[in-house]
Structure formats: structure tokens, C-alpha cells
């Protein structure tokens, strides 16, 4: 290259330096804003006596999140015999698990200043529903909610626990990071319906998920036919299953239960009846009991 070359290259050569040096600075401005954000995090430290955390989650409301939890967790409870699973409802502004329970009063404080869980159906179950007096709201900002979330998983004597399911609000919010960044999560179930605006929330929820490294178990389609009680006919009233089984193969994980939507579910789940115990033998029971196969072997619970 001839130095009359050179001179008619030098502004793009300037430039391309520039370019560079200016890439190298801002990486270099990355990875010291990400060391002091991880210097700034919270450790995860473990629950005493647990032995794995998951959580049941969806960007969206309405989907039947809480119902799942409560006949997952007592599904896990059958099939694992002796051991021991728990039960915490993490949504401090809309605890439904008490009644789904079919538990009220406070718990128990013992040495240590612990919380002890209340127990039905041989589960140990934890909410901010028992220690929020009568049916007022909880008004509360963002650090009240991660220090409550503390409360709920710190500050409870869960041990011996072989799975502790956690029914997180809707959303993507204080509640998930929290406890992502302060417990090891082994896992997390995605809770969807057929219909385009839940599954546009549950991507939006998966995502949220991978962003802070919590493994995705699998979908779980819930309310994905409704069945005609008297000509035994299915109907997609929220739309076909193929919305479903394409966000699990996005997110590389299978659906793992599609589950039927059945009346009774409501009014079981109103007056603290799992359809797991109170008609063990229905569609909805045999897909939960299907589900909680699932996690264990994902768990490699043995």
C-alpha cells in the first residue's frame, strides 16, 4: 500500500479506532457495573431442612396459577409417600391458599422467633393470609413486599421438607426477584391458558425466568378443554392447544399437562377440597398426578 493509499484511508482508519477503542470502554464499563451489581445482590442461602424450591408462575391473572399450586403440592404429597412437601402462597396482596386449604388462625411462633407452618392434608402451608387480620388489604410498597417474602421463607420452620411449592402472584415483579436472588430455586412450572392474551403474558413470565437463571420444568396448559357433562364432547373455549405447545418448544421444554376445565374445580377450590383428594379418580385429578411424575423426575427426587 502507497502512502497516497494510506492518506485516502486514514479518516476510515481513525475511525475504525475510535469505533474499537470506544467498544473496549464500554465493556470494560459493563463488567464493572456487573461486578458491583453482584457485589450489591443478595447471597441465596438455603431454606433449612429443603431440599428443593420451585415455583409455579404466569405473567397473567386468571389462569388458574393458585388451583395448580394447591393440587400440584398435594399431588407431590401422594406420590411421594413419607416424604414431606410444603406449600407457600407468595402472593402477599391476593393469598388464596388459605381457602383453598381450607385453613385459617395464625401461626404458632416457637424458639428462634420461627413461624410455625399451619398443616392440612399433610402439607405444611405458609401465607401472609394467616397473619393479615380479617379481609383488608395489604398496601404496601416494594421493600415491605421482598422483606415479607423474607418473613415467609427465612423466618418459618419448613425443615424437613422434600419440596416446597411456591405460588407466586401474577406478573413479573418484587416477588419473583426476590426470591430468585435470595433462594436456590430448582425450578419453575409456566402456567398458561389457550388463549392468546395468556400466552403472550406466560412468554413474557418465561422470560423473566431465564433472565435470572431459574430452570423452566415445563408448560402447563391449564383449562385447555372444557368437557360436556352430559354428551362427554370437549371444547376448546379458549382456543387450540397449539399456543401452548409452541411456547414449550420455544423455551426448549415440553407441555407437560393439559389440564380440563371442570365447574366442580371452583367449587371445590371455594370451600378447601383439592379435586386431587375429593375425586381422585377425574380427568383433572389424573393430570395432576401426571404433573407431579413430571416434577419429581425433573427433580430426580429418589
Known amino acids: 500500500?502507497?502512502?497516497?493509499?494510506?492518506?485516502?484511508?486514514?479518516?476510515?482508519?481513525?475511525?475504525?479506532?475510535?469505533?474499537?477503542?470506544?467498544?473496549?470502554?464500554?465493556?470494560?464499563?459493563?463488567?464493572?457495573?456487573?461486578?458491583?451489581m453482584a457485589r450489591s445482590l443478595p447471597k441465596q442461602v438455603s431454606i433449612p431442612g429443603v431440599n428443593h424450591i420451585i415455583l409455579v408462575?404466569?405473567?397473567?391473572?386468571?389462569?388458574?396459577?393458585?388451583?395448580?399450586?394447591?393440587?400440584?403440592?398435594?399431588?407431590?404429597?401422594?406420590?411421594?409417600?413419607?416424604?414431606?412437601?410444603?406449600?407457600l402462597d407468595a402472593d402477599v396482596f391476593g393469598p388464596s391458599i388459605p381457602t383453598m386449604m381450607n385453613l385459617e388462625g395464625s401461626p404458632d411462633i416457637v424458639e428462634g422467633n420461627k413461624m410455625v407452618p399451619l398443616v392440612n392434608y399433610g402439607l405444611k402451608v405458609m401465607s401472609m393470609g394467616f397473619l393479615v387480620p380479617g379481609s383488608g388489604p395489604v398496601v404496601w410498597r416494594g421493600l415491605m413486599v421482598m422483606q415479607a417474602i423474607q418473613d415467609l421463607t427465612k423466618n418459618v420452620k419448613w425443615g424437613p421438607l422434600d419440596i416446597l411449592v411456591v405460588d407466586t402472584p401474577p406478573g413479573t415483579g418484587d416477588t419473583h426477584l426476590s426470591l430468585a436472588q435470595t433462594l436456590p430455586l430448582s425450578g419453575a412450572l409456566v402456567v398458561t391458558t389457550s388463549q392468546k392474551v395468556a400466552l403472550n403474558a406466560a412468554r413474557k413470565g418465561a422470560q423473566m425466568l431465564e433472565k435470572v437463571k431459574v430452570p423452566i420444568i415445563g408448560v402447563v396448559n391449564n383449562m385447555s378443554t372444557f368437557i360436556c357433562s352430559k354428551c362427554d364432547t370437549p371444547s376448546n373455549i379458549f382456543g387450540t392447544n397449539e399456543g401452548a405447545q409452541m411456547l414449550a418448544k420455544d423455551f426448549?421444554?415440553?407441555?407437560?399437562?393439559?389440564?380440563?376445565?371442570?365447574?366442580?374445580?371452583?367449587?371445590?377450590?371455594?370451600?378447601?377440597?383439592?379435586?386431587?383428594?375429593?375425586?381422585?379418580?377425574?380427568?383433572q385429578a389424573q393430570e395432576y398426578k401426571s404433573l407431579a411424575k413430571s416434577v419429581i423426575s425433573f427433580l430426580k427426587v429418589s
Open 57 to 87: 408462575s404466569s405473567g397473567k391473572g386468571g389462569v388458574g396459577k393458585s388451583t395448580v399450586s394447591a393440587n400440584l403440592a398435594v399431588a407431590l404429597g401422594i406420590e411421594l409417600g413419607e416424604r414431606k412437601v410444603g406449600l
Open 252 to 283: 426448549g421444554v415440553k407441555v407437560l399437562s393439559n389440564i380440563p376445565l371442570d365447574p366442580r374445580i371452583g367449587e371445590l377450590s371455594d370451600t378447601g377440597q383439592p379435586v386431587v383428594l375429593a375425586h381422585p379418580e377425574s380427568k
Open 1 to 36: 500500500m502507497n502512502s497516497s493509499t494510506v492518506l485516502q484511508r486514514l479518516p476510515t482508519l481513525k475511525y475504525v479506532l475510535v469505533r474499537y477503542a470506544s467498544a473496549a470502554q464500554n465493556q470494560d464499563l459493563k463488567k464493572r457495573q456487573e461486578a458491583m
